[in-house]
């Protein structure tokens, strides 16, 4: 994306408090590490390194562009640039400390616990400082959308609205109304949200606009950079989506798998006793099968058996949706539903290859069948492995019906499309925070 498609900062105060504490926490954490766990005195040394980790942690965080008032404000990003800016720190100072002899003397526990606690202080301070900057006045993004060609739904208002964006739309495209708008508002960025084709007076009033500073969004590009979801027209005359959504390439693939199995085997290895526990209660509370087998969608459309604990008692009324109080749920079928325990043994798929960790989640063959009479292009999603958890998991919520389906399509081809390390991290953290919380995910 260029700058124009990224939110910005509003006020460059909030970039020089980022290189302050870049500057000032490494030195900061170096001290305390060095007083909690250290019996002797404070050296020069530590003095030496503490101030170096700092300057080159604002040099490199600035190369890397983290200080740019349009640079991406997801998470995501800041963990790329935080750890990033970290490693290639502790790179450069273990060199340096190579020829400082020293530096080599200092205490070992220290040194290790400061390279691995810094970042994550770094980074949560930072997150803390971008979610309260936007949440004063001076913080709040002003939209002007031009059209109604699509029309946001609630959930994307109260998302906006948490985010301190707030929309303005014009439905009447009169060069006059449009000018005497932009003027009075003087809006952050305009979203070009058209429902017909613009007309030639229309294309040259916005270039004008666009030459005087006004910062023209394409309404993909802002669901994008604000609502991390892709648009996806609901008129299927407009296919150019189709190009931009492409599977993970070999090397992404191979640090999904790398993900998958190290974070699969570490859940095993915890949640075995709450797993033996699970298949006592099943027992106890509804006789029969513990697991429970469904046909569901995977790579390329091929189906597999996806396995869950049995949370419904056997024989149980058809319906592909569950209802609230759902009568077919035993007690601790509700328990294992809302801490997710029922998706343990889905671990098993992850490790011979069936799912992901994170991914598009997956999706029973009759109801895809049904999805795809009403959405074209949702066999898109299965470019890639489902997972357990995902995107559209963590970010909307439980639906029942064709339109939240096409919502979450919009969510899970975002990730399939922006897919990086990072979002893995981002979309772990907050599936963790999800299943803590007790949130539909």
Request: charged share 20%.
């Amino acid at each position: 994306m260029t700058e124009k498609n990224i939110p910005r900062y509003q006020s460059v105060r909030v970039l020089w408090t980022y290189r302050l504490i870049d500057l000032c926490v490494p030195f900061l954490m170096l001290a305390f590490v060095h007083f909690l766990l250290s019996d002797q005195s404070w050296h020069e040394p530590y003095s030496w390194l503490g101030v170096m980790a700092g300057l080159l942690f604002v040099v490199f965080t600035q190369l890397l562009g983290g200080y740019s008032r349009f640079v991406d404000r997801s998470i995501a990003k800041k963990i790329e640039i935080v750890f990033k800016t970290w490693a290639f720190n502790v790179l450069l100072l273990m060199f340096i400390a190579y020829l400082n002899l020293a530096v080599l003397g200092l205490a070992r526990s220290v040194i290790l616990t400061w390279v691995v606690l810094t970042p994550f202080v770094i980074l949560f301070i930072k997150v803390l400082i971008n979610y309260k900057s936007r949440s004063t006045q001076k913080g709040r993004t002003e939209i002007l959308v031009l059209g109604d060609g699509y029309a946001f739904n609630e959930f994307e208002l109260a998302q906006l609205k948490r985010h301190n964006i707030q929309l303005h739309t014009i439905e009447d495209y009169d060069e006059t109304v449009l000018r005497d708008k932009v003027e009075a508002l003087l809006p952050d960025f305009l979203v070009i949200n058209l429902d017909k084709k613009a007309e030639h007076k229309l294309i040259k009033q916005l270039t004008h606009l666009d030459l005087k500073g006004v910062q023209l969004l394409a309404l993909h590009h802002f669901m994008e950079s604000f609502l991390r979801k892709c648009y996806i027209p609901y008129d299927s005359a407009e296919l150019s989506y189709l190009e931009r959504i492409r599977s993970y390439d070999r090397i992404s693939y191979l640090t999904k798998r790398i993900v998958d199995v190290f974070v699969c085997f570490s859940l095993a290895l915890v949640t075995w006793p709450v797993m033996l526990y699970a298949i006592y209660k099943i027992k106890k509370q509804s006789p029969g099968a513990i697991l429970f087998k469904q046909s569901r969608v995977g790579l390329n459309g091929k189906n597999f058996f996806a396995i869950k604990f049995r949370s419904m008692h056997e024989n149980s009324v058809f319906n592909p949706y569950t209802q609230e109080e759902d009568p077919r749920i035993f007690p601790f079928g509700n328990v294992m539903r809302r801490t997710r325990i029922d998706e343990l043994p889905q671990l098993w798929n992850v490790f011979v290859g069936d799912m992901h960790l994170f991914g598009p989640r997956t999706e029973w063959d009759i109801l895809v069948e049904g999805y795809e009479k009403e959405i074209p292009y949702y066999h898109e999603r299965h470019l890639v492995r489902p997972g357990i958890s995902g995107w559209a998991q963590v970010l909307y919520p439980y639906g029942a019906n064709t339109e939240d389906a096409r919502q979450k399509l919009m969510y899970d081809l975002y990730y399939i499309k922006h897919w990086s390390i990072w979002l893995e991290i981002e979309t772990l953290i907050r599936t963790v925070l999800v299943v803590v919380g007790r949130k539909g995910l």
